[in-house]
């Protein structure tokens, strides 16, 4: 077997830097990247996204058309269920479903439906009050409120925590 020389790479250090020198980069545009799409994910909310002091806040929605877009769809609905202990049990913010019966069948009327109001029952009727159920008012859609009413006022109504 012939003796060859030993071989010898040129450059090989610098491709090594050059290697890590485009690594770099690719990692810094894959940051962008990633930083960029999680300012398009973020919070609708512009009041959250700027500062007071910025001028585009004052072109920011204000808490009030806030409140009215978000009434547009849901409304509140006072309901009497037939339970009044049931009712003890809720606390503003549960979720419940709201189950119709006429004594023969029963069928959901609202799913899903966030207690926002649990009034307390007056002194003076509090028995009058136990065999009428008691009252709690919940935020639904429009549609849900209308059937809600029309439920409440042929059948009596009780409810799930969900």
Do not use: K, N, Y
């Given at each position: 077997?012939?003796?060859?020389?030993?071989?010898?790479?040129?450059?090989?250090?610098?491709?090594?830097?050059?290697?890590?020198?485009?690594?770099?980069?690719?990692?810094?545009?894959g940051?962008?990247?990633?930083?960029?799409?999680?300012?398009a994910?973020?919070?609708?909310?512009?009041?959250?996204?700027?500062?007071?002091?910025?001028?585009a806040?004052?072109?920011?929605?204000?808490?009030e058309?806030?409140?009215?877009?978000r009434?547009?769809?849901?409304?509140?609905?006072?309901?009497?269920?037939a339970?009044?202990?049931?009712?003890?049990?809720?606390?503003?913010?549960?979720?419940?479903?709201?189950?119709?019966?006429?004594?023969?069948?029963?069928?959901?009327?609202?799913?899903?439906?966030?207690?926002?109001?649990?009034?307390?029952?007056?002194?003076?009727?509090?028995?009058?009050?136990?065999?009428?159920?008691?009252?709690?008012?919940?935020?639904?859609?429009?549609?849900?409120?209308?059937?809600?009413?029309?439920?409440?006022?042929?059948?009596r109504?009780?409810v799930?925590?969900?």
């Open positions: 077997m012939p003796h060859f020389s030993p071989v010898l790479v040129r450059g090989g250090r610098h491709r090594l830097r050059r290697l890590l020198r485009h690594r770099r980069r690719a990692m810094a545009a940051l962008a990247v990633t930083a960029a799409a999680l300012v994910a973020g919070p609708r909310d512009a009041e959250r996204v700027r500062p007071q002091g910025h001028p806040a004052a072109a920011a929605p204000s808490r058309s806030e409140r009215e877009r009434t547009a769809t849901h409304v509140t609905a006072p309901v009497r269920i339970d009044a202990e049931t009712v003890r049990l809720l606390h503003r913010g549960d979720r419940v479903d709201v189950v119709a019966s006429d004594g023969s069948a029963s069928r959901v009327v609202a799913a899903g439906a966030r207690v926002t109001e649990v009034p307390e029952p007056q002194e003076d009727t509090a028995e009058s009050a136990a065999e009428a159920g008691a009252l709690v008012v919940l935020s639904v859609p429009r549609a849900t409120a209308a059937r809600l009413a029309g439920a409440g006022a042929s059948m109504l009780a799930t925590l969900c």
